[in-house]
């Protein structure tokens, strides 16, 4: 390692001992261990779609238990065992939601927070029972019990109304247990050891690759002594700084001394994911081993047409869990960069995923290079990592951090439209009559005379788990219940006293009660799902009657149904969920309309408790829906995933708001409406994510005004700021500032966009070459390229305009145009490039040397004026800000920033950037000029060409 480079940093300083990486220990969480070693069959996302977030994210209801419970109740409680390996120290660590002593025994009790209701847990789920066995086992050993409890609490979210499972456990059993679980991980936990070690190795003698830019080592330097110190940096690093190489190589340092057991390296585009991988390369090129894991979105590495996740769409989702952990294994001991193309190369080997593959290696990689979303997206981000309360010794590096900014307002809110109520309304009644007319077409009825209703099938009050839960299997759960006259009784109460005794008095109505039964449609279908239980694998009890008349000759089978089931009704129909679901969206929509009714365009409002208990509602119909298993997929269900995954996001962002939330509504113009929870500051979510490691350097060449995003960014006042110096020399760029001409809305006119357009030809015509021009809007876009082509196109002079709707290989084909050599016959030729400010083409874009000479900037990149800025602006002035600053300025000169950013991009670059607005010389907009524009000049459209003409000189 070039310890001149951090000198200054360990001057004074002791390596790090307390709270870093044990370099004799191999980590692993409980939940990680059950994970990883139990799982087995398919992935399969028909069954249990539902998203995890309401179990694992429940953090309000585990408070809420908690603090009901007495004395004898601790919570939270941290444990952790070593265990002695070949030559280091396997340590296994998680934290109980509660430890129960009372009347001299122990129970270890595990919360799980659920929509789903809680007659039909019939039994806990297997891995939350590993769970909470694997605390059992540690807590028991540790305090020398005989035997131990555990309590499985399961809490209703929306009542707050609880389940419980209890088993208690022979020490000597649950260790046997314990024993094959952490020997079936000694295989793993052996690979991390040797890997370490070599990869520490390989540190200790790595060199900085490259001779340093000014001011580079530097740099490096203060990302060393943040992870040292456990903080946060706001690092601003010009262009050409080298700023992927100079975070990466510290980082890989510090890991090397214990400071992090991974990096993450963590963009906002798919581009800066190749640019760091490549830096990794680099560094591999000089010595290093380091097994680093690109993130792939699962569109994109997944090999069927459309990512149906299920074994009868995917043979890679069939029997993948079988298979996934020897294809992790092998490519772990053949491989060093796991890219897309190496993940599918194992994947297809071994007949598994690409992309729940990816996310398995991703536990054994040294760094993961992924978008921001895996870190920061309350339902997106690693639960493998980050899915515990425990802080992981992590190294977060985030590229292009002014994006992030965006990013979490985007990922911290939602939204949901009244439209959408409506119309999934409109769709499950379709499912019902469409169903109903089958069933009428193959005439058949069942006779539910003397069959149980579903409340009683579904409402078991005695569960037997003893078997599932002490057994040696920890998988092995008895999923079978038995029926008492008291569940039969409360399940009438449920219907005539519960919470939906009035969709039974409602119901006839609305076509939900089948008339021909007599009886409302869910409890009617008891019969069909209990003669199915008597029947055939597969048959239900209609379907089974006329298909054994036909096999004894005596009757013709009913007509085949479109979809190859012969009358079999879903269970979305005839179990009653679509009805229930039909009501409670029509209570959702109710509250929808009254708050439409309060607004004209937007409004803000205080109070949506009514609205939020309706929706709780249908959520908890729906989660129990979509536990159940379908024979056939009626067609609204891809609609209703949409749906519920939008008011599962909707909850999980409730949760969240505080002071730093604006709960508003909107009407368009169209008629539409919509509830929005808008997060206004996400200082604080993000802060939370970034808990969740040791240290975040968080960098971009325009993170200006650094304090600006220092506050938004959740940035502490004792985190570091840092403003790296520019590469280039001043004299190799012309900042040319116009003094006559601007975009502000009120001096648009004809003669205005005659200027703008005169201005590109005086820029472009002393030299050839290529050129981008960024305009604030298309329209204005399109305006000023039409001006151009009128009174300077020609001969010579060839451009090229981005599109709204620009594919992939459209905007490779555009930048083509500037990277590709000219022939001899088009060396005189001009490319001119109209862009729109803030788009694809603003930023992450490295065209070098000749491929960009100049950019020309017109108008000051200011967002147009909406609703939501407006509150953004409202706000931040109510707070103590500059609410136009804010909402407005900032993000706008970020923009601005980006694009000029696009020419220059090496030490040997020499260019022209025209910034075409005179607001750039009011004070405002000169104290966000980074220092490198210190020395610019102002211009009129008269004088451009002869300063442009000057500059040229100087280099040709």
Request: net charge negative.
């Amino acid at each position: 390692m070039e310890e001149e480079c951090f000198r200054e940093v360990r001057a004074g300083v002791e390596e790090p001992k307390e709270g870093s990486a044990n370099p004799e220990e191999v980590r692993v969480s409980v939940r990680r261990l059950v994970e990883f070693i139990l799982r087995h069959g398919d992935i399969d996302n028909r069954y249990h779609a539902s998203p995890d977030n309401a179990m694992q994210e429940g953090g309000r209801i585990h408070r809420m238990i908690q603090r009901r419970m007495g004395a004898e109740y601790q919570a939270e409680v941290p444990l952790k065992m070593t265990f002695p390996a070949d030559g280091y120290m396997l340590s296994v660590e998680g934290r109980a939601d509660g430890i129960i002593r009372k009347d001299g025994s122990v129970t270890i009790d595990e919360i799980k927070g659920t929509y789903r209701d809680l007659f039909r847990i019939i039994a806990p789920m297997p891995l939350h029972v590993a769970q909470a066995k694997c605390y059992a086992y540690i807590y028991g050993s540790r305090q020398g019990l005989e035997k131990i409890g555990v309590r499985m609490t399961y809490c209703h979210m929306p009542s707050g109304e609880i389940r419980y499972f209890h088993e208690e456990y022979e020490f000597e059993k649950l260790a046997e247990w314990f024993d094959g679980l952490l020997a079936a991980y000694r295989k793993w936990s052996d690979y991390s050891w040797k890997w370490r070690a070599v990869r520490t190795d390989s540190i200790a003698g790595l060199e900085f690759p490259y001779p340093y830019r000014e001011g580079q080592k530097e740099l490096a330097a203060h990302v060393y002594r943040t992870i040292y110190h456990k903080k946060k940096l706001f690092l601003e690093a010009p262009t050409g700084v080298g700023k992927t190489l100079s975070t990466i190589y510290p980082a890989v340092q510090a890991m090397g001394k214990g400071m992090g057991e991974k990096v993450f390296y963590l963009t906002a585009k798919t581009i800066t994911r190749t640019v760091a991988e490549e830096a990794v390369r680099i560094l591999r090129d000089k010595g290093l081993r380091l097994k680093s894991v690109i993130l792939t979105a699962k569109e994109k590495i997944c090999f069927m047409d459309e990512a149906e996740c299920n074994p009868e769409c995917c043979p890679y989702a069939r029997g993948h869990y079988d298979r996934v952990n020897d294809a992790v294994f092998d490519m772990l001991t053949s491989e060093e960069s796991f890219d897309r193309e190496t993940i599918a190369a194992y994947a297809e080997k071994h007949r598994v995923c690409p992309f729940e593959m990816c996310l398995d290696a991703s536990v054994f990689a040294d760094a993961v290079i992924c978008d921001y979303n895996y870190l920061f997206d309350p339902h997106v981000y690693l639960k493998r990592f980050f899915g515990e309360s425990v802080a992981g010794d992590y190294i977060f590096l985030i590229d292009e951090a002014h994006n992030l900014l965006e990013r979490g307002r985007e990922m911290y809110s939602a939204v949901l439209e009244k439209e959408a109520f409506v119309e999934l309304r409109r769709e499950l009644k379709k499912t019902i009559v469409s169903e109903k007319e089958r069933k009428r077409r193959n005439g058949k009825k069942p006779d539910v005379s003397g069959q149980m209703s579903l409340d009683m099938a579904l409402f078991p009050t005695a569960v037997s788990c003893a078997d599932g839960i002490g057994g040696g299997q920890p998988d092995a759960i008895d999923q079978t219940g038995t029926v008492s006259p008291e569940a039969e009784n409360a399940a009438r109460r449920e219907r005539e006293e519960g919470p939906d005794r009035e969709i039974h008095r409602q119901l006839r109505g609305t076509g939900a009660y089948d008339e021909e039964d007599g009886t409302a449609d869910w409890e009617s279908r008891a019969a069909e799902r209990h003669d199915a239980g008597n029947g055939d694998a597969g048959d239900g009890g209609e379907d089974r009657e006329t298909q054994d008349a036909d096999a004894d000759g005596d009757g013709e089978a009913p007509p085949q149904a479109a979809d190859g089931h012969y009358g079999r009704r879903s269970v979305l129909a005839r179990q009653g969920y679509a009805e229930k679901m039909m009501y409670h969206l029509e209570k959702c929509n109710r509250e929808l309309l009254t708050l439409k009714r309060q607004c004209e365009d937007y409004c803000l409002v205080e109070s949506i408790e009514a609205f939020v208990e309706k929706l709780m509602r249908f959520q908890e119909v729906c989660e129990d829906y979509l536990s159940e298993q379908e024979d056939r997929q009626p067609p609204v269900r891809d609609m209703l995933l949409d749906f519920y995954f939008a008011v599962s996001h909707f909850f999980a962002i409730y949760e969240l708001v505080d002071e730093n939330y604006v709960k508003y509504t909107r009407l368009d113009e169209d008629g539409r409406f919509f509830l929005k929870l808008l997060c206004v500051n996400p200082a604080g979510n993000l802060a939370n994510c970034m808990l969740r490691g040791r240290s975040t350097i968080l960098f971009s060449a325009t993170l200006l005004p650094i304090q600006y995003y220092k506050k938004l960014l959740g940035g502490e006042p004792e985190d570091y700021e840092v403003y790296a110096r520019s590469v280039f020399h001043p004299d190799r760029r012309a900042l040319l500032v116009a003094s006559d001409v601007t975009s502000k809305y009120t001096r648009r006119s004809e003669d205005e966009y005659g200027n703008i357009a005169r201005y590109i030809e005086e820029i472009v015509r002393n030299r050839h070459g290529n050129y981008m021009v960024f305009c604030p809007s298309y329209a204005f876009l399109r305006t000023v390229h039409l001006r151009y082509v009128d009174n300077f196109g020609g001969e010579g002079r060839e451009c090229i305009l981005q599109s709204e709707s620009m594919s992939e290989a459209d905007r490779e084909a555009f930048l083509d145009r500037f990277r590709r050599l000219k022939s001899p016959e088009e060396e005189d030729s001009i490319l001119i490039g109209f862009c729109v400010l803030g788009g694809i083409f603003s930023e992450g874009i490295d065209l070098k040397h000749d491929s960009l000479i100049g950019v020309m900037i017109v108008g000051t990149g200011l967002p147009q004026v909406s609703r939501e800025k407006e509150i953004l602006k409202a706000y931040f002035d109510k707070n103590g800000e500059n609410g136009f600053d804010y909402a407005y300025r900032y993000p706008g000169m970020n923009k601005v920033l980006q694009a000029a950013g696009r020419v220059i991009r090496t030490a040997e670059d020499v260019g022209i950037i025209a910034l075409l607005d005179e607001r750039f010389l009011q004070p405002a907009y000169r104290r966000l000029f980074p220092r490198e524009w210190e020395q610019f000049e102002t211009v009129t459209v008269n004088e451009a060409a002869k300063r442009v003409e000057r500059f040229w000189d100087q280099w040709l």
